[in-house]
C-alpha cells in the first residue's frame, strides 16, 4: 500500500506560481511512476504530467508545457508540481497518484495508476 497526501494548493492571481508536493509514504514508494491529475467543477479527470519511478523521464499535457514541470526527491518521498503562469482554466483540484506499472504506454490514464491522494485545491483568479 501507498498512501498520498497532497499540499501546496491555494488562491493566486493569474499570472502567478504554486508548487504542489505530494508525500507518499508505504512499501517501496519510490518505485512507482507518479503523475499528476486535475479536475474542474463539471469536467473530467484529465492527466496534468507524470514522471517515471527513475526521475529520467517525463510527461506532460499540451496544457501544462512550457508552464509547469514535475520533478522528485526519492529521498524524500515527494512528488512535486511547479506551476507558473497559471491561468484561470488552471482552477481545478489537482491530484497526485502513483502507478505500478513501468511501462509508459498509459501513463496519461488515470485508470492505469493504483493509489490516489484526496487532492488539494487550485484557484486562480483573473
Known amino acids: 500500500q501507498v498512501q498520498l497526501v497532497e499540499s501546496g494548493g491555494g488562491l493566486v492571481q493569474a499570472g502567478g506560481s504554486l508548487r504542489l508536493s505530494c508525500a507518499a509514504s508505504g512499501r517501496t514508494s519510490s518505485s512507482y511512476g507518479m503523475g499528476w491529475f486535475r479536475q474542474a467543477p463539471g469536467k473530467e479527470r484529465e492527466f496534468v504530467a507524470a514522471?517515471?519511478?527513475?526521475?529520467?523521464?517525463?510527461f506532460y499535457a499540451d496544457s501544462g508545457k512550457g508552464r509547469f514541470t514535475i520533478s522528485r526527491d526519492n529521498a524524500k518521498n515527494t512528488v512535486y508540481l511547479q506551476m507558473s503562469s497559471l491561468k484561470p482554466e488552471d482552477t481545478a483540484v489537482y491530484y497526485c497518484?502513483?502507478?505500478?506499472?513501468?511501462?509508459?504506454?498509459?501513463?496519461?490514464?488515470?485508470?492505469?495508476?493504483?493509489?490516489w491522494g484526496q487532492g488539494t485545491q487550485v484557484t486562480v483568479s483573473s
Open positions: 514522471i517515471s519511478w527513475s526521475r529520467s523521464t517525463t
Open positions: 497518484a502513483a502507478r505500478l506499472s513501468r511501462s509508459f504506454l498509459l501513463i496519461r490514464e488515470s485508470r492505469d495508476y493504483d493509489y
